[in-house]
């Protein structure tokens, strides 16, 4: 009976591991759709659950077992991580150029105030 419970309680613990990966997984993918669709907020909202399901896959010892399906799963995890920096990337350099723009018309716009004001009007 023991030995059963020991059993059990280790397939239990198998599958909650495997569940909290595959969760990050999908949570990945979910992150990179949101990317796609400059979606950030819920991109960083998603980063929260995913690093706890990835701390909780991770705070233990890895089943030999589970060792090869943890490792292509932590590959398409890279890979997909990959893809979401490198639309992160882009969307920074993006918002930098569009507060450039808005600096560089703020400036204009504070020049001809000030032209304004020296003419007397």
Known sequence: ????????TAWSDQMRHCQRLAQALKLTERMLRHAENDEWQQVTELE???REDL???FSGQIPPVDAELVA???AA???LNEELMSRLKVARSTAM???RELSTKRQAVDSYR????????
């Open 72 to 74: 292509q799963a932590m």
């Open 55 to 57: 701390n909780a896959c």
């Open 1 to 8: 009976m023991i030995i059963e419970e020991l059993r059990t």
């Open 77 to 79: 995890l890279l890979h």
């Open 48 to 50: 929260v659950e995913r």
């Open 114 to 121: 000030a032209v304004e004001a020296a003419s007397g009007r």
């Open 97 to 99: 150029a569009q507060g």
